[in-house]
């Protein structure tokens, strides 16, 4: 069964340095997404990607933070200098439809990024 | 802002039924969800109900939508082992907007 697989599972580095996390979303999912799990609170939506642009991002998406598709079959996050708080699981998700009209999404496993 | 509040752990007994209950606060959210994530794994779409609709049944899962309370219960019947995970409640936003608005997680805990 097609699956959305994600690079690194897990990820330590310093504060300040740049972080790219990697997704490889369904092949014919036109929708993608990332969101993240701070330990202990909420899943939180950070940004929708659509037809090569972002299409919605959130307030957690500042400008440290990017999103690319650089080839046919990767969706990346980029964390331009990471801070202790970005420490986080992030899942990347991809959807056929979109949430709008009740696509479902489809996540990875998350990536853990762990900032010192 | 939306918001899905829910509480963090319940724990039942193989065999009864798991009750897990959520509120928001969107009124406008065309449809609200339960995903099921397992220990190491992603986020797992388990149902989903349109916010016009009042229950939907599948199989051992019966989701109730009180739209008037904003409280969304998901009903798990005769709980299995494997039925131990985190469920999240989610809604999405109104007007068409692609986004979900997640739970913090409701951990199921089968005692044998």
């Known amino acids: 069964e097609p699956e959305v697989t994600q690079t690194p599972s897990h990820q330590v580095t310093q504060m300040g340095q740049e972080v790219i996390l990697r997704c490889v979303p369904i092949?014919?999912?036109?929708?993608f997404y990332w969101y993240r799990q701070i330990l202990g609170q909420k899943v939180e939506f950070l940004v929708s990607f659509y037809n090569n642009e972002i299409s919605e991002k959130s307030e957690i998406f500042d400008d440290q933070f990017s999103v690319e598709r650089p080839d046919g079959s990767n969706f990346t996050l980029k964390i331009r200098s990471t801070k202790l708080e970005d420490s986080a699981m992030y899942f990347c998700?991809?959807?056929?439809?979109?949430?709008?009209?009740?696509?479902?999404?489809?996540f990875g496993e998350g990536s853990r990024l762990t900032v010192l | 802002g939306e918001d899905v509040e829910q509480s963090l752990f319940l724990s039942v007994r193989e065999g009864d039924s798991s009750v897990i209950n959520c509120t928001y606060t969107d009124s406008s959210s065309t449809y609200l969800y339960w995903y099921k994530q397992e220990p190491g794994a992603g986020l797992q779409l388990l149902t989903y109900i349109f916010s016009n609709m009042d229950m939907k049944q599948d199989q051992r899962l019966t989701v109730l939508l009180n739209k008037k309370d904003k409280h969304l219960s998901l009903r798990i019947a005769d709980t299995q082992t494997g039925d131990s995970a985190i469920y999240f409640c989610?809604?999405?936003w109104g007007g068409g907007a692609d986004g979900l608005t997640f739970g913090k997680g409701t951990h199921l805990i089968i005692q044998p």
């Open positions: 998700a991809s959807s056929p439809q979109g949430v709008g009209n009740t696509g479902e999404l489809f």
């Open positions: 092949s014919n999912h036109l929708y």
């Open positions: 989610a809604e999405s």
